[in-house]
T-cell receptor, first 114, second 112 residues
Framework: EAQVTQNPRYLITVTGKKLTVTCSQN?????MSWYRQDPGLGLRQIYY???????DKGDVPEGYKVSRKEKRNFPLILESPSPNQTSLYFC?????????????FGEGSRLTVL | KNQVEQSPQSLIILEGKNCTLQ??????????LRWYKQDTGRGPVSLTI?????NTKSNGRYTATLDADTKQSSLHITASQLSDSASYIC???????????FGAGTTVTVRA
């Protein structure tokens, strides 16, 4: 089954404790991206990747890091989480970043930073 | 800054009735416009994708329209069902790169 898988789905952590949210897709997609969703603000792009070893900042990259060492994985790293990073996070992938193709989303990861 | 504004913020309709959601955008240059459905606690799922040359596109009981001249789009839900209760998100893509601008969404509640 074609899918985008995120882990963990739920996480409660404390300020400053590094964490990684994993994202994996099994569709051989070139394009992957991370979003955060906050009430009233809609989805905002954090980082995106057009292909392996190619990443770029989205609209709200501060406090986040990403890597794209292999095509199927695109982890989101919070080196020193803060309470304002409490949010619902979505990973998404698409066949190509240059084409108006369908964007497939994961099921989301709800992060709470205390 | 490119913006996508959706209205209304929320609406309640009775099962079997129709409704129309609005999306106005300022994204330029424009590449395509998408409508997504997001069930509570789930990831968004694509309903339609339209390029500037397309005026209307349907997916079952969902029909999207696009007026690229006025930068407006609408999503019409026909004969609503309880399963249509969700948030509907309008997403506009720039043609220069793969930057996507998201609307805040319209929450639709269908009541029996």
């Amino acid at each position: 089954e074609a899918q985008v898988t995120q882990n963990p789905r739920y996480l409660i952590t404390v300020t400053g404790k590094k964490l990684t949210v994993t994202c994996s897709q099994n569709m051989n997609h070139e394009y992957m991206s991370w979003y955060r969703q906050d009430p009233g603000l809609g989805l905002r792009q954090i980082y995106y990747s057009m292909n392996v070893e190619v990443t770029d900042k989205g609209d709200v990259p501060e406090g986040y890091k990403v890597s794209r060492k292999e095509k199927r994985n695109f982890p989101l790293i919070l080196e020193s989480p803060s309470p304002n990073q409490t949010s619902l996070y979505f990973c998404a992938s698409s066949l190509s970043g240059q084409w108006a193709g369908e964007l497939f989303f994961g099921e989301g990861s709800r992060l709470t930073v205390l | 800054k490119n913006q996508v504004e959706q209205s209304p913020q929320s609406l309640i309709i009775l099962e079997g009735k129709n409704c129309t959601l609005q999306c106005n955008y300022t994204v330029s240059p424009f590449s395509n416009l998408r409508w997504y459905k997001q069930d509570t606690g789930r990831g968004p799922v694509s309903l339609t994708i339209m390029t500037f040359s397309e005026n209307t596109k349907s997916n079952g009981r969902y029909t999207a329209t696009l007026d690229a001249d006025t930068k407006q789009s609408s999503l019409h839900i026909t004969a609503s069902q309880l399963s249509d209760s969700a948030s509907y998100i309008c997403v506009v893509s720039e043609s220069d790169d793969y930057k996507l601008s998201f609307g805040a969404g319209t929450t639709v509640t269908v009541r029996a």
